[in-house]
């Protein structure tokens, strides 16, 4: 048995008369825990009271004791009524001293206030008139759920909201406006995943989505550790602390195998890996009950702490082998993602363990949860980071599969297309040719045998024979003429002009005119069709006809050039024309004009001291 003894002293009683609002009086009450549990409260006496000199009178590592708590109060004005709130999730017997020394237990002593955003507030009420003295045992239940809770505290009636804002609301307001925004991201990442888990099923989003969705209850229960005072939220505290923190810790690793598919790519590493995973469980299944018993919380929470630090080693190692051993960009991700919450996670664990923040803001471990919480969240950003990019590759090389696809059945397209031409342009060529052998040599037979006529016969039947023979020699020109367009060899420019150069010069041959033809230098070899060949054709002899029939010129000038399109330019000096006597009706240059027109062309016409015609074709917009 251990107890402390002390005689009472003037400085053991608290005046109340002394208190603004509200007073914390932690340090100011007397303390006897006996670890024999043999006294009972009417066991105790002044002498076994004592001081605590430590934050808290209480020793984690012997929580199984009796608690008794001595409070004397004086009042020495006017306020007669006070509350006495000890903490949450505390629960306890009070009695008073009467006159004669006896311990009376006060029944009815508790009531409950609701001030906005909190559940019912316990407290012990207290009547004190002026000018009474009195002294109160105070028998506590003190486990492993509630030792660290205890926070007494003497308010006046009227502050109790005063007091519930500026003492549990106020100290926390940074933690919580920052937890709740850290939230507010954990559920947009957690949607998002679950979306992409819900159009395409694949373990990675699951775990990914389950593991922030865990972490977002994890944290949102901590934040409700300010508003609960109850002894059963506070019961399964230590389940959601070690349970959703190693359940989270599991996901990650679980979400990082099916995301770089390790079973198959990385087979030892995999095991490794799934054998952390097994461990952990085996752990919890076995160390949660242990934190669950007032003897061994103290060793079961220093265990899971062991457990916490062994997990974040071999994270460590990990992170290290995605970051050097696998060369894939989002491998990378990950790996820094996690030493980035390895960090973090140590700063916290110390902070939470170690570290002494009391005089801040931030109150009931909030500095550690924040620590933790940012370690998470910049963990599962970069996480998301590496699976936004694998969807970007992966959007990238369907992208890339379906041009490849369309590219194929472009290539197929084209070569039935090139089929088509090729047995049309045979097709043309085996026309052309049985229209040369046989309906070309009927036509020389007819001119040869009607030369031999003239030679025979007398003069009065070679006028007749004449026409016979003068017809042949122009069938056989138009012949020749779609014989030459008919052939798909002569399906270019360059063979176009070729042929009007022949053309013209054998035109202007038996007549006195003077002609100049002008080449350009680089002749642009444009497919041409042979439709397209035989209108240009056409519309050239038209011209060259009007010159020879009509302009009375000496000098006739062809040019072909190019800018942009293929532009042939007949001039010549002769009388020219006035444009209010051309119409429309004027079948020679009616015809010029409907046969450019067809093949998206066009013909000028003007004179000035003789006449230039312009017949403009454009190229690379005929298919041959």
């Not at 903490?87 to 020394?101: L, P, V, W």
């Not at 059945?409 to 085996?430: C, G, M, P, V």
């Not at 009616?590 to 004179?607: A, Y």
Request: glycine content about 4%.
């Amino acid at each position: 048995m251990m107890c402390f003894c002390a005689s009472a002293k003037n400085n053991d009683i608290i005046d109340v008369t002394r208190i603004q609002h509200y007073d914390t009086i932690l340090k100011k009450l007397l303390y006897f825990i006996d670890y024999s549990k043999k006294y009972t409260i009417d066991d105790i006496n002044d002498t076994l009271f004592s001081y605590t000199a430590n934050t808290s009178p209480f020793n984690q590592k012997k929580l199984d004791a009796n608690y008794f708590i001595k409070l004397t109060l004086a009042n020495t004005g006017q306020q007669d009524s006070f509350l006495l709130y000890t903490g949450k999730a505390q629960r306890y017997k009070m009695y008073m001293c009467d006159s004669t020394g006896k311990k009376i237990l006060l029944k009815n002593q508790v009531t409950k206030f609701s001030p906005g955003l909190f559940t019912n507030i316990p407290y012990a009420q207290i009547a004190l008139k002026k000018g009474e003295q009195k002294v109160f045992y105070i028998a506590l239940e003190i486990n492993f759920y509630n030792w660290y809770l205890f926070d007494p505290v003497i308010l006046r009636t009227a502050d109790h909201a005063y007091f519930s804002f500026l003492h549990l609301l106020q100290p926390s307001r940074i933690y919580m406006a920052i937890t709740i925004f850290f939230m507010g991201i954990m559920f947009c990442m957690f949607a998002y995943t679950f979306a992409l888990f819900i159009r395409n099923p694949l373990w990675e989003y699951l775990h990914y989505s389950v593991a922030i969705f865990i972490f977002m209850v994890y944290f949102g229960l901590r934040l409700l550790n300010i508003f609960h005072f109850g002894s059963l939220y506070f019961l399964f505290y230590d389940l959601r602390y070690q349970g959703l923190q190693l359940l989270g810790h599991m996901l990650i690793l679980l979400f990082i195998l099916s995301f770089l598919k390790t079973k198959e790519k990385m087979p030892a590493f995999h095991k490794q890996v799934k054998a952390l995973i097994y461990l952990q469980l085996i752990f919890l299944v076995v160390n949660l009950p242990l934190t669950y018993t007032n003897t061994y919380n103290y060793a079961a929470n220093i265990a899971f702490d062991i457990m916490r630090v062994l997990g974040l080693l071999y994270s460590i190692y990990v992170s290290i082998y995605l970051i050097a051993k696998n060369k894939k960009k989002e491998a990378r991700y990950l790996g820094a993602g996690s030493l980035l919450s390895i960090f973090m996670a140590c700063l916290a664990l110390y902070v939470d363990r170690w570290g002494n923040f009391d005089e801040l803001l931030l109150r009931y471990s909030g500095i550690s949860v924040l620590i933790f919480m940012a370690g998470v969240m910049s963990q599962m950003t970069l996480f998301l980071l590496a699976l936004s990019y694998r969807l970007r590759m992966q959007e990238a090389n369907r992208i890339r599969a379906v041009e490849q696809l369309q590219l194929e059945n472009d290539r197929k397209e084209l070569e039935k297309y090139k089929a088509i031409i090729d047995a049309r342009d045979s097709e043309r060529t085996r026309i052309s040719q049985e229209i040369h052998d046989d309906i070309g040599s009927g036509l020389t037979s007819i001119r040869l045998l009607s030369e031999i006529a003239k030679v025979k016969n007398s003069e009065s039947d070679k006028k007749e024979l004449e026409k016979i023979s003068a017809t042949s020699n122009v069938l056989m020109d138009k012949m020749n003429e779609i014989i030459w367009t008919l052939n798909s060899r002569n399906d270019t420019l360059l063979n176009l002009i070729t042929y009007l150069r022949h053309q013209i010069v054998e035109f202007f041959e038996p007549s006195n005119i003077i002609l100049e033809i002008n080449l350009p230098e680089n002749v642009h070899d444009a497919p041409l069709s042979g439709n397209v060949r035989r209108n240009i054709i056409l519309s050239v002899k038209e011209a060259l006809h009007n010159i020879v029939k009509h302009s009375q010129a000496s000098l006739v000038s062809v040019n072909f050039s190019f800018d942009k399109v293929f532009i042939i330019s007949i001039k010549d000096n002769g009388v020219g024309f006035l444009h209010d006597k051309i119409t429309d009706h004027t079948n020679g240059l009616r015809n010029m004009k409907e046969r450019l027109t067809s093949i998206g062309g066009s013909c000028s016409i003007s004179s000035n001291g003789g006449t230039n015609i312009e017949l403009i074709i454009p190229l690379n917009t005929y298919p041959v």
